[in-house]
C-alpha cells in the first residue's frame, strides 16, 4: 500500500455509503458534510462521479480500412454512437459504457473524433475498468441481469466526500475514525464492525530488533491464493476516492488504509528467505523500491529484512525484491505500529511520501495491528481463495494517557457554562474513561496533545458552536502611563501605535547567501531546513525585512512603514540569542498635496522614529555596518552605549534585492536593558487606520473646509480628513478611519 502523493495536497476521501458502513443514519450527504465541518474536519468538497453503464449495441458497422466498428448503443435513455475497436463488438451484445464525463482509471471519458467518426462514450474492457486482465475485448454483460441505463457492478454513482486533513487528527485519516466523531454529535449511532481474530502459531517468525522503533509487528502468511481482481464494492469505492484497483491482494491493503486508518503492506512469501527481521539499517546500504529506485540508507532508518537483504523501508515504501506479482501464489501480509518522528525524518531525507508514511508520521492508533490483518485477510481470501497457515497477533501494552480535568475551567475558558454532566457524556461519546475524579483516559486513536485545552475543546466542538450566545463586548483603552522599565511588549506597542509602523512577523530562520551580505555576525546553519531558502537560525531581522520590503515593492506597495520585533540567534547552543528591532521606511515620505511635492523617505525619517523612542541623544556617523550606505547612517549613543542605527540602505544590497524604491533601516540591536524613556500621549485606537481617497466636483462657491469639517462630524470612526489636490472645480480628500 504505497501511493505516492504531496504532503500539501493530501486530501481524505470517501464515499457516503462507505461511511454508512459505521454510522446508522437517515442524514444526507449534504448534512453529513455540514455537520463534519461544523465540528472540525472542513469538507471541502461533494461529488457524485458519472459511473460506467450498462449499454446494449444495436448497430454495428465495420469502419472500411480499419479494424474498426461504429456502434449505436442503447444507454436506456438515449441512442448513442460510439466508436469501438474490440473484435468482440456485435449486436445485441450488452457491455460497460462510459460516457464523456465519466473517469476510467486516470482517464476522464471525452467526446471526440476517430477517424472522421464522432464518440460519444466508450466501450469498456476488464482491465480499463480494473477488475480483470483482458483487454482483447470489452466486457460482456448477462443480458437477463443488466437492463441498458442500469448502473454496472456494485458502483452506484456514490457522493465522495473531500475533507483537508489535519496534522493532530490521523483518525481523521480512516472513515471509521470520521464516523465515530460523527457519531457523538448524535447525527446517527456508531456501528462497530466485529471482526474474528484469531492467533495461528506458524514456522515463520518476526524478529523486532529496535523495539523503540517498532513495538508492534503482526503478519499473516496465506498459501495457495489465486491473483484475481477485488469483490466490485471493494473496487468501486477505491476507484470512486482517486486510487486505482489492481488486484485484490493490493486492493486490501489500500482499502484497510482509509477504512480503519492502518497502512499494510503486501510481499510475496516466496521471496521472502527465513524470518522477517526488523532492524536499523547500516550506515551505507542500498535498497532498491518498488519503483526501481535505489536508496542510499544511514543507521537512522528503519528497515524490513530477511536472511538475504531488505525487502521494504519500514511505514514508507515497498521494495523491488518481495513485491507481489500476477503469477505469486503465497503471501505475506505486514500490519505494523512504527514510531512517528523515525519516519518523518527518513520520508524528509529522502524525498518520499506515501499514503503509508503520511499516517505513521502522524500516529495510527497502535491497538488495530490485529483487526486490520483480520480485514485484509477476509477482502484477500474471498476474491483469491488461499489458506491462512500463520497469523501472529501480539498486541504489547501500551500506556493509558490520562488528563486531569477539573470541569469548572469550561466556564473558565469559553465563557459557556455547560453542565458536568453534558460535558462528561460528550466525552465518553468520543471514547474517552471518565472517572468519579474527573481523570479522563485518552482512548488510543486520539494523539494529540494531552492537556486539560484539548478536552475542553471536544467539548464545545461537539456541544455546537452555534449554542454559544451573543454577548455584547466593550473595549476600554485606559491612558495609564508607561511602565517604569521598557517591556517587549511595550516597545512593540510603542512603535505600533505612537509611530504608525505596521508590525511585519517573520519565520525565526534566515538565508546564507543574504545574511552574508547584511551582517558581519556568526551564522547559524540548520543541519536540516524545512526549505531550502530557510537554512539559517537568523542572526539578524534584516534581511527578512528586505524580503518583505521586496516583495510589496513587486506587487506594486512601494510606500511601506514597518517594524519586526523577535529573537535572533547569536550561536547553535541554548541561550545564544537575543531580542532585536528593526524598522523600514520605503517611497514616499507624506501623503500628496497640491502644495508640495512628494518627498522620498531619508534617514532623517528613521531617525525620528528613534528619538520619539529614545528621545535626543548623541549622533555618530563612523564605522557604519554591511547593511548601510557609508555616507547616509547614522547612530544614537548616550553615555558612550549605542542605543540605536539608523540608516539607508547599502546600493548593493539593493541590487541583491532587486529593490529599485529607497529604503531606510532603523536598528535596535538588544532590547533588553534599554533606558527609560519619556511618556508619550496614548492614543485610543484599537485596530490599524484604514485610508480612502474621495474627489468631489464642488460649486466653486463651496469651500473646502466645509467638506472637511462635515466629514469629521459624520462618524466618529473618523479620526482624520485633509485635502491634498485640486483641479478647476475637482477637489481630492484623503479619509482616515479608525474602527
Excluded at 131 to 154: M, S, T
Excluded at 163 to 172: E, G, S, T
Aim: aromatic share 8%; proline share 5%; net charge neutral.
Amino acid at each position: 500500500m504505497f501511493v505516492g502523493l504531496k504532503q500539501k495536497d493530501f486530501k481524505m476521501h470517501w464515499t457516503y455509503e462507505w461511511l454508512l458502513d459505521y454510522l446508522d443514519t437517515k442524514a444526507t450527504a449534504v448534512e453529513v458534510a455540514d455537520r463534519l465541518t461544523e465540528i472540525g474536519l472542513e469538507i471541502e468538497g461533494l461529488t457524485a462521479p458519472m459511473i460506467p453503464i450498462a449499454a446494449k449495441v444495436v448497430e454495428c458497422e465495420s469502419i472500411e480500412g480499419t479494424k474498426l466498428h461504429l456502434l449505436k448503443v442503447d444507454d436506456g435513455t438515449e441512442i448513442r454512437q460510439v466508436v469501438c475497436g474490440a473484435p468482440n463488438c456485435h449486436v445485441g451484445l450488452v457491455g460497460v459504457l462510459a460516457r464523456p464525463g465519466c473517469k476510467v482509471g486516470d482517464i476522464e471519458i471525452k467526446v471526440g473524433k476517430i477517424r472522421g467518426h464522432e464518440s460519444n462514450g466508450m466501450m469498456c474492457s476488464e482491465k480499463e475498468l480494473g477488475v480483470g486482465d483482458n483487454h482483447e475485448g470489452i466486457i460482456e454483460l448477462d443480458a437477463k441481469k443488466y437492463k441498458a441505463g442500469q448502473a454496472w457492478g456494485e458502483a452506484k454513482g456514490d457522493i465522495v466526500f473531500e475533507a483537508k486533513a489535519l496534522a493532530n487528527r490521523p483518525d481523521y485519516l480512516a472513515v471509521r475514525g470520521i464516523a465515530r466523531d460523527l457519531s457523538a454529535t448524535g447525527i446517527g449511532k456508531y456501528k462497530n464492525k466485529a471482526l474474528e481474530i484469531k492467533e495461528i502459531s506458524g514456522k515463520r517468525k518476526a524478529i523486532i530488533e529496535n523495539k523503540n522503533r517498532c513495538p508492534i509487528y503482526n503478519f499473516a502468511e496465506i498459501l495457495g491464493i489465486k491473483i484475481a481482481p477485488s469483490h466490485p464494492l471493494i473496487a468501486a469505492r477505491l476507484s470512486a476516492i482517486g486510487v486505482n484497483p489492481k488486484n485484490a491482494p493490493v486492493d486490501a491493503t489500500n482499502f484497510v488504509c482509509y477504512d480503519l486508518g492502518q497502512p499494510m503492506h503486501c510481499f510475496d512469501a516466496d521471496e521472502i528467505k527465513g524470518d522477517i527481521i526488523i532492524r536499523s539499517a547500516k550506515e551505507g546500504e542500498k535498497f532498491t523500491d518498488l519503483f526501481d529506485i535505489e536508496h542510499v540508507l544511514t543507521k537512522e532508518d528503519l528497515v524490513i529484512t530477511d536472511s538475504a537483504g531488505i525487502l521494504a523501508l519500514a511505514g514508507i515504501v515497498g521494495g523491488k525484491r518481495g513485491m507481489t506479482t500476477d503469477k505469486t501464489k503465497n503471501i505475506i501480509l505486514e500490519s505494523a505500529y512504527f514510531e512517528p518522528l523515525g519516519i518523518r525524518k527518513t520520508r524528509r531525507r529522502l524525498g518520499l511520501s506515501t499514503d503509508s508514511s503520511y499516517r505513521f508520521e502522524r500516529g495510527i492508533d497502535p491497538t488495530i495491528t490485529s483487526e486490520a490483518l483480520a480485514r485484509a485477510i477476509e477482502i484477500i481470501i474471498n476474491a483469491c481463495g488461499g489458506n491462512v497457515i500463520s497469523m501472529t497477533c501480539e498486541q504489547p501494552k501500551t500506556d493509558e494517557v490520562i488528563i486531569k480535568y477539573d470541569p469548572k475551567l469550561f466556564l473558565k475558558k469559553t465563557g459557556v457554562d455547560v453542565p458536568e454532566k453534558t460535558q462528561k457524556e460528550i466525552l465518553e461519546k468520543l471514547g474517552y474513561v471518565v472517572d468519579a475524579k474527573w481523570k479522563v483516559t485518552q482512548p488510543a486513536w486520539r494523539i494529540d496533545d494531552a492537556i486539560p485545552e484539548k478536552l475542553i475543546s471536544d467539548i464545545i466542538r461537539i456541544y455546537g458552536y452555534d449554542k454559544i450566545p451573543m454577548t455584547n463586548v466593550t473595549t476600554v483603552v485606559p491612558a495609564k502611563k508607561r511602565a517604569p522599565v521598557p517591556t517587549y511588549d511595550g516597545i512593540k506597542t510603542f512603535f505600533a501605535k505612537n509611530r504608525n509602523l505596521i508590525e511585519s512577523v517573520s519565520f525565526g530562520f534566515g538565508n546564507l547567501a543574504n545574511e552574508v551580505l547584511a551582517s558581519a555576525r556568526r551564522n547559524v546553519k540548520i543541519s536540516n531546513p524545512i526549505v531550502d531558502y530557510m537554512n539559517t537560525a537568523r542572526n539578524s531581522l534584516i534581511p527578512n525585512m528586505l524580503d518583505a520590503v521586496a516583495e510589496n515593492a513587486k506587487k506594486g506597495y512601494p510606500n511601506l512603514a514597518m517594524f519586526e520585533c523577535g529573537t535572533v540567534f547569536d550561536g547553535p547552543n541554548p541561550g545564544e540569542e537575543h531580542k532585536q528591532l528593526v524598522i523600514a521606511r520605503t517611497g514616499e515620505a507624506a501623503p500628496r498635496h497640491w502644495l508640495k511635492r512628494g518627498r522620498e523617505v531619508d534617514v532623517f525619517d528613521i531617525k525620528s522614529d528613534l528619538v520619539a523612542y529614545f528621545g535626543e541623544a548623541k549622533t555618530e556617523m563612523d564605522n557604519p555596518p554591511m547593511w548601510a550606505h557609508p555616507y547616509r547612517y547614522g547612530r544614537l549613543v548616550r553615555d558612550g552605549k549605542t542605543l540605536g542605527e539608523f540608516g539607508e540602505l547599502h546600493p548593493k544590497l539593493a541590487r541583491h534585492w532587486k529593490i529599485k524604491i529607497p529604503v531606510m533601516i532603523g536598528l535596535i540591536d538588544d532590547l533588553t536593558g534599554l533606558p527609560r524613556r519619556r511618556d508619550a500621549v496614548p492614543r485610543n485606537d484599537s485596530f490599524q487606520p484604514i485610508t480612502r481617497d474621495f474627489s468631489f466636483i464642488l460649486e466653486k462657491e463651496i469651500v473646502a473646509e466645509d467638506i472637511v469639517a462635515i466629514a469629521k462630524n459624520a462618524d466618529q470612526e473618523i479620526t482624520d480628513v485633509r485635502e491634498f489636490d485640486f483641479f478647476e472645480d475637482s477637489t481630492a480628500f484623503q479619509i482616515t478611519i479608525e474602527p
